[in-house]
């Protein structure tokens, strides 16, 4: 088996991402169909091609060579991540309107809507495929552990998009949402699928016991929330080119986000008025001139920068937490960039 790969040049969880994105990227790309209508097969591709910041699956490959493992055993684990996520975005751009997706037309502009959601099903498949692969590849247990946690990380996260898009759709009343409706909804896709998860199962592929890969949700949860919270943060503060993505999505689409409960909390009875007429509106009925109002107020109000202490205590709660379970592990470069990864969920720019 080939030796794990060096980290002598890394000093960061970017650059460790940067370590290994190409040969997840090939080993992903390798499982897409040479068969088939040519034309179906590029729109699936479309995503995958253009490279994520392939942050969820770096978390596999880092959270298993912490705890001593192999690079092979976590590389097919990596990719099989970074389908599901590719899979997620092309359907997820289609039921919240985006219309930018790293730096492109998102699919369902560019191809429609009926073929986009049809080619994300074809990555779904695909990323089964791979989740098959990897178990297989791995020793008992740790094969039936890695594909149900796997599973379990799916299944989670289709409901935490069922949270997500009831909590829009049928509170359309901000003043009645709580902080306790939006880390319920968040948890799914941003605590256990984009943090917690991916730390599981590199673990479990290091063959870590299972009380260990069960308290890793400890720091998960607050750094996966932080996650969220500064991606709504982001979605109002940031731009197209930096993102790569639509922005100023969650307002267009009446998302309830952190940074709105701090908005409604600090409103004056104007204001909040103007705010909840405009959240009661559909989509396609908010202006632009609504939509630059209600991100102006946000900062008036001083919401964004709440919002971003909220994911701040987050993040150093996390933290915290990481080095109190870990000190069973030797401080070494691994750990720190480990631990500055827990927070780089708060303090990202795109």
């Known amino acids: 088996m080939a030796e794990n790969r060096n980290l002598d040049n890394v000093n960061s969880f970017k650059e460790f991402i940067s370590l290994y994105k190409e040969e997840v990227y090939n080993k992903l790309i390798s499982y897409f169909p040479a068969s088939g209508p040519e034309e179906f097969n590029k729109m699936a591709r479309l995503y995958t091609e253009r490279k994520g910041q392939y942050r969820r699956a770096s978390y596999i490959l880092l959270w298993n060579r912490l705890y001593g493992g192999k690079d092979d055993d976590a590389i097919l684990p990596a990719a099989a991540q970074q389908a599901s996520e590719d899979y997620f975005l092309m359907h997820d751009d289609w039921m919240d309107g985006n219309t930018v997706r790293r730096n492109g037309p998102a699919a369902h502009v560019l191809f429609g809507d009926r073929y986009a959601i049809t080619a994300g099903s074809m990555v779904h498949a695909i990323a089964w495929r791979i989740a098959k692969d990897s178990a297989s590849k791995l020793k008992a247990p740790n094969s039936d552990k890695y594909f149900d946690k796997f599973y379990d990380m799916m299944i ?43 730390m599981q199962c590199g673990a479990i592929i290091a063959s870590v016991d299972d009380s260990t890969i069960d308290s890793i949700k400890e720091y ?131």
């Open 156 to 198: 989670v996260t289709h409901q935490g998009q069922y949270l997500d898009v009831r909590l829009t759709r049928e509170i359309r009343d901000i003043t009645k949402f709580t902080k306790e409706d939006y880390f319920k909804s968040i948890h799914a896709k941003s605590a256990y699928y984009s943090v917690y998860g991916p």
């Open 220 to 350: 998960g949860i607050p750094a996966g929330n932080a996650f969220q919270i500064k991606d709504d943060i982001l979605d109002c503060t940031s731009d197209e080119k930096t993102l790569g993505k639509s922005i100023g999505n969650d307002v267009r689409d009446g998302v309830k986000t952190i940074i709105l409960w701090h908005a409604v909390q600090d409103a004056s009875q104007e204001q909040l008025g103007k705010l909840k007429a405009i959240y009661m509106k559909d989509r396609a009925a908010k202006t632009e001139e609504e939509v630059a109002w209600v991100l102006s107020l946000f900062n008036e109000l001083k919401s964004v920068q709440k919002a971003q202490e909220d994911a701040d205590e987050l993040a150093d709660n996390a933290i915290d937490t990481f080095k109190r379970l870990s000190t069973s592990i030797p401080e070494s470069k691994l750990k720190g960039i480990a631990m500055e990864s827990i927070g780089y969920a708060a303090k990202r720019n795109k």
